[in-house]
């Protein structure tokens, strides 16, 4: 299997986001020697959940691996601080990357309340 040029990026940012003007990340994609890939996200500046409308409860992240298909990999802890950072493991080869406010982390399917996204890095 080749592995895009992209995937070897130092950092894959997310994009600038009205919903979020102030915040500012990136996605870091490597495999590890089991060929699974190790997502790390970090983002500064990013608002309180309760401070944005419509209020959730939790921001979720969320990964499309292959078309149609989109995977709930966890959520970003809410703390009072601004920065934040996420790290997980997969076995799914991840197109792109974005996160989202959610009323329960458990949830399957996306809302509309995206909050950063990656440009698609592997088609």
Do not use: C
Not at 19 to 41: C, S, T
Not at 42 to 66: C, G
């Amino acid at each position: 299997i080749m592995l895009p040029l992209s995937l070897y990026a130092e950092k894959i940012p997310f994009l600038q986001s009205s919903r979020a003007p102030a915040a500012e990340g990136y996605v870091k994609v490597k495999n590890d020697r089991n060929k699974n890939y190790v997502i790390k996200i970090r983002i500064e500046n990013l608002a309180e959940i309760d401070s944005l409308e419509p209020a959730k409860q939790t921001y979720v992240v969320w990964m499309d691996i292959d078309g149609d298909i989109t995977k709930n990999i966890g959520r970003i802890n809410s703390t009072n601080q601004l920065n934040v950072s996420f790290e997980t493991v997969t076995s799914f080869q991840p197109h792109k990357i974005f996160i989202t406010t959610e009323e329960d982390e458990q949830t399957e399917k996306p809302s509309y309340n995206v909050i950063l996204t990656t440009d698609t890095f592997f088609k």
